[in-house]
């Protein structure tokens, strides 16, 4: 999830490195950067409802880049999350909770994000069935912005994208499948190779980085230029799909389970 920048006149100026990004880009190992290609476990069925959700977001941003820069300012003012506008006198203003999370900056932003999202969501997609994952995917973006709203440190500065959401969807893989491996290339100089990762591992570093950098956030001292990062939502995110991730399985069929999608809990 990005957050956005204005200037004093209100113009949309930046959009600061995603959180994604250190999933990307910056798992590391060895001092080597990494990135991630595929997980290990094939859905059994296909995730129509995942790939909407990946086709949905691609819509929203070719719409929103087709906007002159003035439109496009006013759409990001009227359904990014801002935590200034939120009124609880007025349900309106509670709308850019479920707007906020089909919403990026750039190409890269919604790339980066539905990337990780191909990676993880089909799996959990499978193991919850269709209709429960769509409903567990929104209220996990619904559930990140409420953190990144009480934990925020700059009320005015507007937060989107979907990787509160798909950060969710993570941690319902870090519960479900956590004998998984993640296939992961590391780059050295012009050659490189790949490399399994346990999910734990990859996934357990990527919430640790998300929750000490939310802490340094807010324990920084005023004045200090941050990353502009929206961590907070990434870690609602997450410990949502940790909590509700179970119960939304509840009553989904039995089957018989691969090795690496045992419970070791």
Not at 27 to 36: S, Y
Not at 111 to 134: A, P
Request: positive net charge; proline residues 5%; contains cysteine.
């Amino acid at each position: 999830m990005y957050c956005t920048s204005y200037n004093r006149n209100g113009r949309f100026l930046s959009i600061s490195n995603n959180l994604f990004v250190y999933a990307l880009y910056t798992q590391k190992k060895n001092g080597k950067d990494m990135f991630p290609i595929r997980d290990t476990i094939r859905a059994r069925s296909f995730p129509f409802v995942n790939w909407m959700i990946i086709i949905g977001n691609g819509l929203v941003f070719f719409f929103q880049s087709s906007l002159s820069p003035s439109s496009q300012e006013q759409f990001l003012r009227i359904f990014a999350l801002t935590p200034a506008n939120i009124s609880a006198n007025n349900p309106l203003s509670w709308i850019p909770f479920l707007t906020h999370m089909w919403l990026h900056g750039s190409l890269f932003h919604l790339i980066s994000n539905l990337w990780m999202l191909f990676i993880f969501g089909d799996n959990v997609e499978d193991r919850i069935g269709s209709v429960r994952y769509l409903l567990f995917y929104v209220l996990g973006g619904i559930s990140a912005g409420l953190l990144q709203y009480y934990f925020t440190t700059n009320p005015f500065v507007p937060a989107i994208g979907a990787s509160g959401a798909i950060a969710a969807v993570m941690g319902a893989y870090f519960l479900f499948f956590p004998r998984s491996k993640v296939v992961t290339f590391v780059p050295i100089f012009f050659f490189g190779w790949f490399v399994n990762i346990s999910s734990i591992v990859f996934l357990g570093i990527w919430f640790l980085t998300q929750f000490f950098s939310g802490i340094m956030e807010l324990t920084a001292p005023a004045g200090i230029a941050m990353s502009g990062v929206a961590w907070w939502a990434h870690i609602g995110g997450f410990l949502f799909g940790l909590i509700a991730a179970k119960p939304f399985s509840i009553g989904r069929k039995k089957r018989r389970t691969y090795a690496d999608e045992y419970y070791p809990w």
